[in-house]
């Protein structure tokens, strides 16, 4: 028993068998950090609740940082967001393909009810809550009420885009445009010419809920590329 004994301690003792040891226990503390990191990943890309100011609550996948978003994204976002925000008809494109006459949302503003084209409205979601409220509202005054009765509509034509500068919290793009009047002939009525420092923000990416409600729709639709809008500064066209 003694001999067997002398024998393990010698084994022990053995140069190869310690560093055999010891490469075993690092490799094992390697893959239980890879696990580790893994496990921390899926976590990070877990959908989280947000609440929205009405109370409604919606799934959403967080960004974990702004340097996952190109600026060829935050450009293409700003591009599209303004094209749906200024384009203006009373057409409202229908799942099933059919066009139908847009009875518009209703907006209290200072000098009464007013009405938004639905598509502005559902475009509007991907603004800040706080910036939005005021934006429906002076937009729904400087849209001409012959809009939602199919008399006229606006087309927004785009001079001049920007390249997304980096900022603390976003990025800022600068965007110079005309918005076109036209009666329902097709004949220019007027002309408003748009300048406007944008100011972008990173946000989670909501997940559509089954049943979802059409504001629910709305707010998924606008968060689709993480991105929303903080604010609008007029600006001298000069200043590009």
């Known amino acids: 028993m003694a001999k067997i004994l002398k024998s393990r301690r010698h084994l022990f003792n053995q140069p190869a068998t310690y560093i055999v040891l010891v490469v075993g226990a690092v490799l094992m503390n390697f893959f239980l950090q890879l696990h580790m990191m893994g496990q921390l990943r899926q976590m990070q890309h877990m959908p989280v609740m947000v609440q929205l100011a ?55 503003t200072e000098s009464g009810e007013r ?62 445009g005309e918005i076109k009047l036209f009666d329902s002939q097709m004949h220019e009525k007027n002309s408003i010419p748009l300048a406007r420092l944008i100011h972008i923000r990173a946000i989670p990416i909501a997940i559509a809920p089954l049943g979802e409600t059409p504001k629910q729709q709305a707010v998924y639709q606008a968060r689709l590329k993480g991105l929303h ?12």
């Open 54 to 108: 009405s109370g409604q609550s919606l799934a959403a996948i967080p960004i974990s940082s702004v340097q996952d978003i190109l600026p060829a994204t935050v450009k293409s976002f700003t591009e599209e967001m303004m094209l749906t925000l200024f384009n203006w008809s009373n057409k409202l494109q229908q799942p099933d393909g059919r066009t139908l006459a847009d009875p518009g949302i209703p907006i209290t």
């Open 115 to 176: 009405r938004l084209p639905t598509t502005v409205w559902q475009a509007s979601f991907a603004l800040e809550s706080g910036f939005a409220d005021a934006f429906r509202q002076e937009l729904a005054a400087l849209i001409p009420p012959e809009v939602l009765d199919g008399t006229a509509q606006s087309v927004l034509l785009a001079s001049y885009v920007g390249e997304p500068k980096r900022e603390k919290q976003g990025w800022a793009v600068r965007f110079v």
């Open 229 to 240: 809008i903080v604010s609008m500064q007029k600006i001298d066209n000069k200043d590009v």
